[in-house]
C-alpha cells in the first residue's frame, strides 16, 4: 500500500490526502444521520415565522463537496486531463454537488408543515356542541370542530337567547382571549 501510495505523483498525492478523510468523515455523517444520532440540523432556519434562509456553508456541504472534490480530481487526473484543468474540473464538480445538497435540504424543509392550531382559522367554521352552553353568556360548554384537518374540542360560549343543548350545529363569530369561541346555532 505504502509502495503504491509512493508512486503516485505529488499531485494525485495531494488529492487522496483530502479523498481518505474526506470518504471516512462521509461515512461517519451518513451513519450517524441513518442512526438519529445528527446533531447538526441543516434545515433550521432563522426562527422567523418557519423560513429557511439559502444556506451554502454547513458541515455536511462541505464534506460532500471534499469528498466529490477529491474522487473526481483523482478521476480526471487519471483520465490524464491536465494539472490546471483536473483543479477546475474537480472544483465545479464539488460546487455543483454543494449546490444539489443545499437544494434538496432546502426543498425537503418545504414540505414541513407547522402543526401549530391557530385560533382565527375556527371564525366562520360550522361545529357541533359537545358539553351544553348556557344561553345569553351564562356559562362555558365544548364545541367539537375540525381546524387546519384537525378534530378539536374548544371551549365556546353564546349570546343566543336560548341554550344550546349536545349536538346542536353551531357557527363560530368570534374568538375571545384567544381561546374561547363564540358560537351561534347554525340555521340552515
Same mark, same amino acid.
Given at each position: 500500500?505504502?509502495?503504491?501510495?509512493? %508512486?503516485?505523483?505529488?499531485? $494525485?498525492?495531494?488529492?487522496?490526502?483530502? +479523498?481518505?478523510?474526506?470518504?471516512?468523515?462521509?461515512?461517519?455523517?451518513?451513519?450517524?444521520?441513518?442512526?438519529? +444520532?445528527? +446533531?447538526?440540523?441543516?434545515?433550521?432556519?432563522? %426562527?422567523? #415565522?418557519? $423560513?429557511?434562509?439559502?444556506?451554502?456553508?454547513?458541515?455536511?456541504?462541505?464534506?460532500?463537496?471534499?469528498?466529490?472534490?477529491?474522487?473526481?480530481?483523482?478521476?480526471?487526473?487519471?483520465? %490524464?486531463?491536465?494539472?490546471?484543468?483536473?483543479?477546475?474540473?474537480?472544483?465545479?464538480?464539488?460546487?455543483?454537488?454543494?449546490?444539489?445538497?443545499?437544494?434538496?435540504?432546502?426543498?425537503?424543509?418545504?414540505?414541513?408543515? #407547522?402543526?401549530?392550531?391557530?385560533?382565527?382559522?375556527?371564525? %366562520?367554521?360550522?361545529?357541533?356542541?359537545?358539553?351544553?352552553?348556557?344561553?345569553?353568556?351564562?356559562?362555558?360548554?365544548?364545541?367539537?370542530?375540525?381546524?387546519?384537518?384537525?378534530?378539536?374540542?374548544?371551549?365556546?360560549?353564546?349570546?343566543?337567547?336560548?341554550?344550546?343543548?349536545?349536538?346542536?350545529?353551531?357557527?363560530?363569530?368570534?374568538?375571545?382571549? #384567544?381561546?374561547?369561541?363564540?358560537?351561534?346555532?347554525?340555521?340552515?
Amino acid at each position: 500500500m505504502i509502495e503504491w501510495f509512493n %508512486g503516485l505523483s505529488q499531485f $494525485e498525492q495531494i488529492y487522496w490526502y483530502v +479523498a481518505a478523510p474526506a470518504s471516512l468523515t462521509f461515512l461517519i455523517v451518513m451513519v450517524s444521520t441513518f442512526v438519529g +444520532a445528527d +446533531a447538526e440540523d441543516d434545515v433550521a432556519g432563522d %426562527g422567523v #415565522d418557519g $423560513e429557511v434562509g439559502f444556506q451554502f456553508f454547513t458541515f455536511k456541504n462541505m464534506v460532500g463537496f471534499l469528498l466529490i472534490f477529491s474522487w473526481t480530481g483523482i478521476g480526471f487526473h487519471r483520465m %490524464g486531463y491536465s494539472h490546471g484543468t483536473t483543479v477546475i474540473l474537480s472544483v465545479i464538480c464539488g460546487l455543483i454537488m454543494m449546490f444539489a445538497m443545499t437544494g434538496i435540504f432546502y426543498l425537503l424543509n418545504r414540505l414541513v408543515e #407547522d402543526g401549530t392550531m391557530k385560533m382565527s382559522n375556527a371564525v %366562520g367554521k360550522i361545529g357541533e356542541v359537545y358539553l351544553p352552553i348556557k344561553a345569553d353568556n351564562g356559562g362555558f360548554g365544548k364545541v367539537q370542530m375540525t381546524i387546519q384537518g384537525a378534530v378539536h374540542e374548544l371551549q365556546a360560549m353564546t349570546h343566543d337567547k336560548e341554550d344550546l343543548a349536545v349536538g346542536t350545529v353551531v357557527r363560530v363569530e368570534e374568538i375571545i382571549n #384567544d381561546h374561547i369561541l363564540v358560537v351561534t346555532r347554525k340555521i340552515s
